[in-house]
């Protein structure tokens, strides 16, 4: 039934949208569909700013994992690069096991060059990352930085990822003045509250 609604919605989408054009006002089709540019545009943004990071990860790896003389080393380092983009996953999914099984096999040199690419990763990708994101999708870095401190207080490492498009979206919603009639009847209240205080 589900499918059958779905096919039917999707063959007449044209008259639809037509219908519903000429039952809602200008200004808020004209809003909806600026709310909607922006919304595509700041979780766009996003991942284009993620594979940027990416990148730089990529990169990092490459010549930490060529100086350790590590094999097929393009190859390992677009793997963990490519872990460490993905929510819940890091480049100490791979390197901090590698590293523990390079300790116990006695290669000790291998064992702290991987530590030590490890932090630089997690280092670079904490101070770029603000920085990144924020000029991608047109977000202030320390917005940027707050949004992805509240995401992490609230959900981890996912609330984080959650956090910055969210954050956009909530910002260009209020941008746009989809909030102004609620921030005019708080402005409101508090004057009728201060009125009142003085009587």
């Known amino acids: 039934m589900g499918l059958l609604a779905t096919y039917f919605f999707i063959a ?59 094999g097929y080393s393009p190859l390992v380092a677009f793997l963990v690069a490519f872990l460490d983009a ?4 890091g480049t100490g999914t791979v390197l901090i096991p590698w590293a523990v099984i390079k300790l116990l096999s006695a290669d000790y040199e291998i064992a702290v060059g991987l530590v030590i690419l490890y932090a630089v ?4 990708r904490q101070v770029i990352q603000p920085k990144i994101v924020g000029d991608t999708i047109g977000m202030n870095p320390l917005a940027t930085l707050i949004f992805m ?11 984080m990822i959650i956090a910055v498009p ?15 009639n609620q ?7 508090v004057a009728d509250i201060n009125k009142f205080r003085k009587l």
């Open 12 to 70: 007449d989408r044209d008259r639809l949208m037509s219908a519903i054009k000429c039952h809602i006002p200008a200004s808020v089709h004209d809003k909806t569909r600026l709310v909607y540019d922006h919304m595509l545009r700041a979780v766009g943004g996003y991942f284009k700013a993620q594979f940027k990071i990416m990148g730089v990860v990529y990169v990092i790896l490459l010549v930490g994992l060529l100086i350790m003389q590590v």
């Open 86 to 89: 993905l929510p819940f996953f």
């Open 183 to 189: 921030i005019r009847c708080v402005k409101e209240l």
């Open 121 to 124: 990763t997690q280092i670079v």
């Open 166 to 180: 969210v954050g956009m979206i909530v910002i260009n919603l209020y941008q746009t003045g989809v909030f102004d």
């Open 149 to 159: 401190y509240i995401g992490y207080k609230i959900s981890s490492v996912i609330g």
